[in-house]
T-cell receptor, first 116, second 113 residues
Framework: NAGVTQTPKFRVLKTGQSMTLLCAQD?????MYWYRQDPGMGLRLIHY???????AKGEVPDGYNVSRLKKQNFLLGLESAAPSQTSVYFC???????????????FGQGTRLTVV | GQQLNQSPQSMFIQEGEDVSMNCTSS?????WLWYKQDPGEGPVLLIA?????ELTSNGRLTAQFGITRKDSFLNISASIPSDVGIYFC?????????????FGTGTRLTIIP
């Protein structure tokens, strides 16, 4: 089982360039999330999705866009990269079950992005 | 945006010592999760708590869901070198259908030789 797979694992961008980070999960999870992790800040939610075709803003959505065209994929886009977006980005997914909610999130390995 | 207050930020202990860390929130959560992150890896779930007052163990790890639903504790007994890493708490809101997870700022655990 691959679980949650993020691509690429590393990327260096120049200020103003654009890029898309891809998250793919093979667990048929309904919910997917994008977080960024900065030293001393823990994990901050950028955007999330509760199902195919739906997205919502998290804590720090500015400068990012997302799309969930297929249930298994969640894309994070940077239209015009800025040095403040230098960070490690994590994708996660969770399932939803009847009765007791199962919110155990499974994480990808992370994408280290540097904007110069 | 809301973040959980997690303490301590870092701990330096000797092998064999017990460890305690906690998270507090201004909001009520109906789920508390504890994760461990190793360098260069994504967080991995250690313990999940679903009910106020619940006490759950996973080997040498024990976590509790506070009665007020605004805090949670993680204890590690008899620490070993592989316990080194960053520990995160995460809480999920009480609104049905709100699966957003809010994370604490992490506790970095270091074992002194």
């Amino acid at each position: 089982n691959a679980g949650v797979t993020q691509t690429p694992k590393f990327r260096v961008l120049k200020t103003g360039q654009s890029m898309t980070l891809l998250c793919a999960q093979d667990m048929n999870h309904e919910y997917m999330y994008w977080y960024r992790q900065d030293p001393g800040m823990g994990l901050r939610l950028i955007h999330y999705s509760v199902g195919e075709g739906t997205t919502a803003k998290g804590e720090v959505p500015d400068g990012y866009n997302v799309s969930r065209l297929k249930k298994q994929n969640f894309l994070l886009g940077l239209e015009s990269a800025a040095p403040s977006q230098t960070s490690v980005y994590f994708c996660a997914s969770t399932t939803r079950r009847t009765g007791r909610m199962n919110t155990e999130a499974f994480f990808g390995q992370g994408t280290r992005l540097t904007v110069v | 945006g809301q973040q959980l207050n997690q303490s301590p930020q870092s701990m330096f202990i000797q092998e064999g010592e017990d460890v305690s860390m906690n998270c507090t929130s201004s909001s009520i959560f109906n789920t508390w999760l504890w994760y461990k992150q190793d360098p260069g890896e994504g967080p991995v779930l250690l313990i999940a708590l679903y009910k106020a007052g619940e006490l759950t163990s996973n080997g040498r790890l024990t976590a509790q869901f506070g009665i007020t639903r605004k805090d949670s504790f993680l204890n590690i007994s008899a620490s070993i070198p592989s316990d080194v890493g960053i520990y995160f708490c995460a809480g999920q809101g009480s609104n049905f259908g709100n699966e957003k997870l809010t994370f604490g700022t992490g506790t970095r655990l270091t074992i002194i030789p």
